[in-house]
């Protein structure tokens, strides 16, 4: 048993950068992770496996498709699924043990096991009791499965991302239910390496929330691509039948019936917080009736000295949002002023092309009757895209009409996920979008479109 200032429950990004802000701070730490590996769902069946796979396939794609356009001839590669998995594996590998050494360099003590929170301040871990001033859930979240339908995961045949990151060999067909950012990051996966892909999902729009040119465009792009898109439709059943799976499905607009079989299903309808076998109802935390635990604006649980984070808790389940939250709540408990700023983080959609958003939506200042202005830019009128044959895709910059402040910005295109934090980090400024448009930009680079973008809402782009 052992007294701590802080220890943190969940090691994944708001658990671990938690623990490390907290020690840089001076805090005696700890840091409790029932898994083997520390990193949480985003280093191990998250994030980084999923863009190992997409860069993966993304490079058998372009020797595939444009290498021969270039003047690069030969052999064509083949797909070794196992040693595409191995390298999979060794990128999550080198991830998650710097986040050990990490953990190490900064006196974080790693503490393995499940934990539990018998009252305020202890936290047990398997029979032993350690003492906590305070203490932070960062338990995290795990896939939910498909509401009001019959559905039985096995990971084998009806998978979660976590089954389909791991398949025992490339499907001929997969189905996937849900057209929000994992299905279709996994699906391009698949697609890419010859997997007949249909997805079918219960809007009639792919990425739900995001900005509807946005929905539009990537749905065009991606049937482009030849995956396979049923909207509107409700999955009422997914049997399995030894080797396959038959999903059933009803149309919304007239209430008819179809099946469709598979090789695997990916059930990808979102997921849900992960906070089991912590004691929270005898603990008397609060949650909401999606099982988020309910804090305050500095993440304090109605329990004195309990606070979470991350996807445990309210906001978008995402990576960089559970980080800043971590950061954030370890300096508050340090005695500091810790904020995270919810109206700029940037949600980003790994697919080729990318997908990139932050701030408001058009629908959302249509709604809340802010008199905006639109400046949009082509990746068709960037030199550097077309030499990278990602033409396809564009920029949208919302700002304000009255006042040209960036209210929101919308990106299909090469490099989408870096371009975003430009806008970011003017939004975080308060920037104009004159700002932007007279802010030089290196020619040729996939940000000029950003600039482009910022000059349409002014007197108007060049290239277009
Ligand atoms: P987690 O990362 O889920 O970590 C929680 C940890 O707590 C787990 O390791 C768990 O074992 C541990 N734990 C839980 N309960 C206990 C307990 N009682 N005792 C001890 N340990 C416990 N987000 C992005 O921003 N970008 C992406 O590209 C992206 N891609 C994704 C791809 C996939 C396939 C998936 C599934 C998710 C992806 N996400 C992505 C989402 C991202 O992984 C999560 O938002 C993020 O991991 C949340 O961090 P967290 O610290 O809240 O929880």
């Not at 907290?22 to 994030?47: D, H, M, P, S, Y």
């Not at 919304?252 to 090789?263: F, I, L, Y």
């Not at 932050?358 to 068709?380: A, P, R």
Request: aromatic share 6%; hydrophobic share 40%.
């Amino acid at each position: 048993m052992a007294n701590y200032d802080l220890i943190v429950i969940g090691s994944g990004p708001g658990g671990y950068v938690a623990a490390i802000r907290a020690a840089q701070l001076g805090l005696k730490t700890a840091c409790v992770e029932g898994r083997e590996t520390l990193g949480g769902t985003c280093l191990n069946i998250g994030c980084i496996p999923s863009k190992a796979m997409l860069h993966a396939t993304h490079s058998l794609h372009e020797a595939e498709h444009n290498f021969v356009k270039m003047g690069l001839k030969g052999k064509s590669p083949s797909v070794d699924w196992d040693q595409m998995k191995a390298y999979k594996q060794d990128v999550v590998d080198q991830n998650t043990k710097g986040v050990e050494f990490l953990l190490k360099k900064n006196k974080v003590d790693w503490i393995k096991g499940w934990a539990s929170i018998p009252e305020a301040g202890k936290v047990k871990v398997g029979d032993e009791v350690h003492e906590a001033k305070n203490i932070i859930i960062a338990s995290g979240s795990e896939p939910s499965s498909v509401p009001g339908a019959e559905v039985t995961i096995d990971e084998k045949i009806v998978v979660t991302s976590t089954g389909a990151l791991d398949l025992p060999k490339v499907p001929k067909k997969m189905v996937v239910i849900g057209a929000g950012v994992i299905g279709l990051e996994l699906g391009s996966v698949y697609k890419r390496l010859g997997t007949e892909v249909h997805v079918i999902e219960y809007l009639d729009q792919i990425t739900p929330g995001m900005d509807s040119d946005v929905q539009k465009g990537l749905l065009k792009i991606l049937k482009k691509q030849g995956l396979e898109f049923t909207l509107g439709a409700a999955v009422s059943k997914v049997e399995t039948l030894k080797t396959k799976a038959k999903v059933t499905y009803k149309l919304r607009k007239d209430d008819s019936e179809h099946t469709v079989d598979a090789d695997v299903v990916l059930v990808a309808t979102g997921r849900k917080p992960y906070t089991d076998g912590l004691g929270l109802d005898a603990l008397g935390v609060e949650t909401s009736p999606r099982g988020q635990i309910k804090t305050d604006a500095q993440w304090r649980t109605n329990v004195p000295g309990v606070y979470a984070i991350g996807d445990a808790i309210d906001g978008p389940m995402l990576a960089h949002k559970a980080e800043d939250e971590g950061m954030a709540a370890a300096e508050v408990i340090a005695g500091k002023h810790g904020h995270v700023n919810y109206g700029v983080i940037p949600g980003v959609i790994y697919t080729t092309p990318e997908v990139a958003s932050v701030g408001k939506t058009e629908e959302q200042l249509k709604e809340e009757g802010v008199n905006y202005k639109v400046g949009k830019f082509s990746f068709m009128g960037n030199g550097r895209a077309k030499a990278v044959f990602q033409g396809d895709g564009f920029v949208k910059l919302l700002a304000d009409k009255d006042t040209d402040r960036i209210l929101g910005c919308h990106i299909i295109g090469p490099a989408a996920g870096d371009l975003i934090h430009e806008i970011c980090v003017g939004m975080e400024f308060g920037a104009s979008a004159e700002d932007i448009a007279l802010t030089c930009h290196a020619h040729p680079t996939f940000s000029e479109a950003v600039r482009e973008a910022a000059l349409a809402c002014g007197d108007g782009a060049i290239h277009m």
